[in-house]
């Protein structure tokens, strides 16, 4: 059966970091395409980054880019989100999903693209 186990996330002040780990069973991670989703108190969820499969091009939402990584550890069958530079308007749960579905390695940053999904990790940013 295919599980996804978010970690990582907690409590950080501003300009700190955090990195959130996905651990996949059931499946090889490396074969899937990976995505990261946030979803903000009252908020509906969005793409923040994803990565496609063996070793596939990385894609992130604009107000990520230069702040966060996203990356996969194929012998851990683990996805990762590193994160810097947090800022308050990062705090959401944030969730990652997989598919097989992907062509040529690509991967998309919105739901539909995504067949499953963890239960998420909550990441506060505050002082």
């Known amino acids: 059966q295919l599980q996804l186990v978010e970690s990582g996330g907690g409590l950080v002040q501003p300009g700190g970091s955090l990195r959130l780990s996905c651990r996949a069973s059931g499946f090889i991670v490396d074969h899937y395409a990976i995505g990261w989703f946030r979803q903000a108190p009252g908020k509906e969820r969005e793409g923040i980054s994803c990565?496609?499969?063996?070793?596939?091009?990385?894609n992130y939402r604009d107000s990520v880019k230069g702040r966060f990584t996203i990356s996969r550890d194929n012998t851990k069958n683990t996805a990762y989100l590193q994160m810097d530079s947090l800022q308050p308007e990062d705090t959401g749960v944030f969730f990652c999903?997989?598919?097989?579905?992907?062509?040529?390695?690509?991967?998309?940053?919105?739901?539909?693209?995504?067949?499953?999904w963890g239960q998420g990790t909550q990441v506060t940013v505050s002082s």
């Open positions: 999903a997989a598919d097989p579905g992907h062509l040529f390695g690509q991967c998309v940053l919105w739901e539909s693209g995504y067949d499953s």
């Open positions: 990565i496609g499969s063996s070793g596939g091009t990385t």
